[in-house]
């Protein structure tokens, strides 16, 4: 018998023990996946997930086996391509049946830590967005407060020196420009109160965001965690919304408005025409300043009001082996481990199959005496004689003196043999039928492959 034949016939039941163990650990697996996936009483769940997982372990071992029992042994290259075709379709199914199973339940936990991890980053972002916008109007306050300075400081000009009229005093003039700057400070003063209460909520909502990061990064089961952290989800959302709602850039494009709009020119109280008409004079100049003011806070004020609102998005609780397939590439190695445990006999009847082929390839070029025994060759004459009998003749039996043991009356024996050996020789040789030719071969080629 050939090395190949011996090493063949020696791991023929390791190859058997390991599907076995490989359809047992999948079918483990399998059950951990699936009792993910299960709703209902406890005992209904773990009775449900037993069965699946025994019949997926079943499965995969009869379809592995059969494979291992019948495709090493076929020849020809049409039937081979037929058997893998169907190997690859049983590969598929079992990747579809239980392999996406196997990863949920090796990296279901990682994948559910993922999502939340994720799911944080983008609350983190959201939350500063919504501050940014909420103390954008904080960019107006410099200019407001400008603004207020300068119509104070013309109001004083006016009073000390007569700056604008000509004429100091408390008159018409200082009083609207007193008033102008008045408005302006309380818009300021606006400003700054919303900018403080955003920072408040921005504050909150930092605390969410950190009792969140607590909950990705706690050990312990991932379901109450992720439950705890939807919750969390839920009151950053409620901080966020709160934000925006209290946002000051409606307010100012309002106060614009007023300016603008609202602007009542007081009536001249000069104690001459000419004081009163200068007084005129400069109350029209302050409203074209007020017009202009006006014009520039509101176009600020659009610029922020007519940004992107910010939308938290709701977090979505994932189970482990949705999860696992949401973020397939970041747990490649899980899910390699997950298919090799299920699709590593292919590898070992694609091995089987090469050498089956060389074993064969080698028996059939090589001679059947070379692997031929004493036994063999005693057992192939005596088919030889039965052949012979049925044709209703005496086969020589020459190598018969050869194979057996020597004795005393060997020589008589070889005396006894030679008339009939020479008697054989000098008869004329006669073909044999067809049939019995046939049954021959046969039984030296099934002798010689045993």
Do not use: C
């Not at 996946?33 to 995969?60: H, M, N, Q």
């Not at 009869?62 to 029992?69: I, P, S």
């Not at 049409?78 to 169907?86: D, K, L, V, Y």
């Not at 709701?314 to 999860?323: D, F, I």
Request: proline share 5%.
């Amino acid at each position: 018998m050939s090395p190949l034949r011996e090493g063949l016939d020696k791991v023929e039941l390791t190859t058997r023990v390991t599907f076995a163990v490989l359809a047992l650990a999948s079918g483990v697996y399998t059950y951990l996946g699936v009792r993910e996936l299960l709703d209902g009483p406890p005992t209904i769940v773990f009775f449900a997930a037993i069965i699946y997982s025994a019949a997926v372990s079943v499965g995969i071992y009869a379809f592995w086996t059969v494979l291992m029992r019948f495709a090493p042994h076929v020849r020809t290259a049409a039937s081979r391509a037929a058997i893998f075709g169907a190997m690859a379709l049983g590969s598929v199914m079992i990747v579809a049946m239980s392999s996406w199973l196997n990863a949920a339940a090796l990296a279901g936990s990682a994948a559910l830590e993922k999502h939340l991890a994720t799911a944080l980053e983008g609350y983190v972002q959201d939350l500063g967005a919504a501050h940014q916008a909420a103390i954008a109007a904080q960019s107006l306050r410099p200019d407001i407060e400008i603004a207020a300075a300068r119509f104070d400081s013309l109001a004083a000009d006016e009073r000390d020196r007569g700056a604008l009229t000509g004429t100091n005093g408390s008159g018409t003039v200082v009083q609207l420009l007193t008033q102008m700057s008045a408005q302006m400070n309380r818009l300021a003063a606006s400003i700054g109160g919303s900018v403080e209460q955003a920072d408040a909520l921005y504050a909150r909502g930092s605390e969410h965001v950190a009792r969140m990061r607590e909950l990705v990064s706690a050990s312990g089961p991932i379901g109450p965690r992720s439950d705890a952290f939807a919750a969390e989800s839920l009151a950053l959302a409620g901080v966020v919304t709160e934000m925006q709602q209290n946002s000051v850039a409606p307010a100012v494009r309002r106060a614009a408005d007023d300016l603008s709009l609202g602007f009542i020119a007081p009536i001249a109280d000069g104690f001459s025409v000419d004081l009163i008409a200068r007084q005129t004079e400069v109350v029209g100049n302050v409203q074209e300043a007020v017009a202009a003011q006006s014009a520039a806070l509101a176009a600020a004020a659009d610029q922020l009001i007519t940004g992107e609102p910010v939308v938290l998005e709701r977090y979505e609780p994932l189970s482990a082996v949705q999860a696992v397939i949401v973020y397939a590439r970041d747990f490649l190695p899980s899910w390699a481990g997950a298919i090799s445990i299920d699709l590593m006999p292919a590898v070992i009847i694609i091995v089987l199959t090469v050498v089956y082929g060389i074993a064969y390839r080698n028996a059939r070029d090589e001679p059947a005496a070379r692997n031929m025994s004493a036994a063999d060759l005693m057992t192939a004459m005596s088919l030889l004689r039965e052949v012979e009998a049925i044709r209703g003749t005496r086969a020589p039996e020459p190598v018969v003196a050869a194979v057996e043991p020597a004795s005393a009356d060997a020589d008589d024996e070889t005396e006894r043999l030679r008339p009939r050996q020479t008697e054989a020789e000098d008869s004329p040789a006669r073909e044999p039928p067809a049939r019995e030719a046939k049954i021959a071969e046969f039984h030296l080629g099934r002798r010689s492959d045993a």
